[in-house]
T-cell receptor
Framework: AQSVSQHNHHVILSEAASLELGCNYS??????LFWYVQYPGQHLQLLLKYFSGDPLVKGIKGFEAEFIKSKFSFNLRKPSVQWSDTAEYFC???????????FGTGTRLQVFP | DAGVIQSPRHEVTEMGQEVTLRCKPI?????LFWYRQTMMRGLELLIYFNNNVPIDDSGMPEDRFSAKMPNASFSTLKIQPSEPRDSAVYFCASAHGGAALWNEQFFGPGTRLTVL
């Protein structure tokens, strides 16, 4: 079974639309959660991360994510997307008691003007 | 800081040839990770090092793949012999501290490998 699941493989939106990308993980115990973004032709960059504390995490470029422990979820949101948000988005989780970062399969977001 | 440096950026080779990918982590980072990205399997962790020592190589596909880190500033990923199914983008990433400590992994630009 996939350990980190991203349900949306390809999302197409118009500018100013709201965005929510799903991420679920299957590990019990303490986990650290990340969203990375890969713009076309570029390498992965960190959008935001959650280690502890407030489950609503603010990231760069207006992105935020909410950790819901009971649902094993860490969904990414943005209230109003821009054309420049076109990219691939990866959710990632560190497995308990290891330093391994496990990535989801990614969600390709296309934003049209 | 120059960030994580990978070379070459693109590699085209023929099946059966040896391929060596190189990575220079960010200075001061004590963790180094090798990933492979394909359309079918997404981003997979191949192996990672801590203080130049391989910690987990369970993601290495088979014996044709090997990785070394002779010092804190250099790592190689070697495929010998290469096969067409090895075609992918290979990323190197580095981080400081363990998973409980590091803020993020910093990724290099990747090496796009094509095996004909």
């Amino acid at each position: 079974a996939q350990s980190v699941s991203q349900h949306n493989h390809h999302v197409i939106l118009s500018e100013a639309a709201s965005l929510e990308l799903g991420c679920n993980y299957s590990y019990g115990g303490t986990v650290n959660l990340f969203w990375y973004v890969q713009y076309p032709g570029q390498h992965l960059q960190l959008l935001l991360k959650y280690f502890s504390g407030d489950p609503l995490v603010k990231g760069i470029k207006g992105f935020e994510a909410e950790f819901i422990k009971s649902k094993f979820s860490f969904n990414l949101r943005k209230p109003s997307v821009q054309w420049s948000d076109t990219a691939e988005y990866f959710c990632a989780v560190t497995r308990p008691n290891t330093d391994k970062l496990i990535f989801g399969t990614g969600t390709r977001l296309q934003v049209f003007p | 800081d120059a960030g994580v440096i990978q070379s070459p950026r693109h590699e085209v080779t023929e099946m059966g040839q040896e391929v060596t990918l190189r990575c220079k982590p960010i200075s001061g980072h004590d963790y180094l990770f090798w990933y492979r990205q394909t359309m079918m399997r997404g981003l997979e962790l191949l192996i990672y090092f801590n203080n130049n020592v391989p910690i987990d190589d369970s993601g290495m596909p088979e014996d044709r793949f090997s990785a070394k880190m002779p010092n804190a500033s250099f790592s190689t990923l070697k495929i010998q012999p290469s096969e067409p199914r090895d075609s992918a983008v290979y990323f190197c990433a580095s981080a400081h501290g363990g998973a409980a400590l590091w803020n993020e992994q910093f990724f290099g630009p990747g090496t796009r490998l094509t095996v004909l």
